[in-house]
Nanobody
Framework: VQLVESGGGLVQPGGSVRLSCAAS????????MGWYRRAPGKEREVVATITDGGTTNYADAVKGRFTISRDNAKNTLYLQMNSLKPEDAAIYYC?????????????????WGQGTQVTVAS
């Protein structure tokens, strides 16, 4: 599975931006997907996740402002980010989880995109 993010850039506080993540390869094996971010000097943190059934979860810091969605026909994951704050500035990473079951066990494989920078400043 290969993941390529796009859509980052400079946004003013209060503004909006939409991130996209195009998946390719064995996309049919992908179960859940998500967006993570890493701000300068901080560890990577989860922003939002979505299962293949469409169930979403959000970090408390972004609830009500961000919306994650996926278009399975286009193999693309999105993150609509509204009411952006300076503390939202970070590199945003797309993540895909592939779960493969064998007779012996459940195997999980994590795939990451290269990241896209979001800067929130006046």
């Amino acid at each position: 599975v290969q993941l390529v993010e796009s859509g980052g850039g400079l946004v003013q506080p209060g503004g909006s931006v939409r991130l996209s993540c195009a998946a390719s390869g064995r996309v049919s094996d992908i179960s859940s997907m998500g967006w993570y971010r890493r701000a300068p000097g901080k560890e990577r943190e989860v922003v939002a996740t979505i299962t293949d059934g469409g169930t979403t979860n959000y970090a408390d810091a972004v609830k009500g402002r961000f919306t994650i969605s996926r278009d399975n026909a286009k193999n693309t994951l999105y993150l609509q980010m509204n009411s952006l704050k300076p503390e939202d500035a970070a590199i945003y990473y797309c993540h895909a989880l592939v779960v493969v079951f064998t007779i012996e066990r459940r195997n999980e494989f994590n795939y990451w995109g290269q990241g896209t920078q979001v800067t929130v400043a006046s």
